[in-house]
């Protein structure tokens, strides 16, 4: 064999390895690419879905305490505290931010029940508007992040 065959051959096995570790390259980042994207789509869901179940919760209450509104207070209950178990099983229990929502959802549902004036349970409702709004907020900002590939 001549070196300019011995050329050819290594310009062709260094092609092959080339070649080879790019496709494993585009392989890993294809997978990754959509591992974030489907964490991203989820998160967007449940940042929505909290968002819909504590915006119904303030509505949902706000209505109970309202004495001159008719409404059929069964009703009313039954959906609030169905709301009330959803929140809560939207956060997870180890996180203290997670758990100042939980807290602020108890304690207007303890305030409904216990007929608390009126200023105080809007003094509660508005908290806990406010404290999902800054939460869910931090979690919009983490979704930002992890849609960019930077670990959160």
């Given at each position: 064999?001549?070196?300019?065959d011995?050329?050819?051959?290594?310009g062709?096995a260094v092609?092959?390895?080339?070649?080879?570790?790019n496709?494993a390259y585009s392989?890993?980042?294809?997978?990754?690419t959509?591992?974030?994207?489907?964490v991203?789509?989820?998160?967007?869901?449940?940042i929505d879905s909290?968002?819909?179940?504590?915006?119904?919760?303030i509505a949902?209450?706000?209505?109970?305490?309202?004495?001159?509104?008719p409404?059929?207070?069964?009703?009313?209950?039954?959906?609030?505290?169905?709301?009330?178990?959803?929140?809560v099983l939207h956060?997870?229990?180890?996180d203290?931010?997670?758990?100042k929502?939980?807290?602020a959802?108890?304690?207007?549902?303890?305030?409904?029940?216990?007929?608390a004036?009126?200023?105080?349970?809007s003094?509660?409702?508005?908290q806990?508007r406010n404290?999902t709004?800054n939460?869910?907020k931090?979690e919009w900002n983490?979704?930002?992040?992890e849609?960019?590939?930077t670990p959160?």
């Open positions: 064999m001549d070196s300019k011995q050329i050819a051959l290594v062709i092609t092959l390895v080339v070649s080879v570790a496709l392989l890993w980042s294809n997978k990754r959509a591992f974030v994207n489907t991203t789509a989820s998160r967007l869901k449940w909290l968002r819909d179940k504590v915006s119904e919760f949902v209450t706000s209505r109970l305490a309202d004495k001159g509104l409404c059929d207070k069964g009703t009313l209950l039954l959906q609030r505290d169905t709301l009330l178990h959803e929140i956060l997870n229990p180890n203290a931010e997670d758990q929502i939980k807290v959802v108890d304690q207007v549902r303890v305030d409904t029940d216990t007929n004036s009126p200023g105080k349970l003094d509660e409702l508005t806990l404290a709004s939460y869910l931090k983490r979704v930002k992040k849609s960019t590939g959160s």
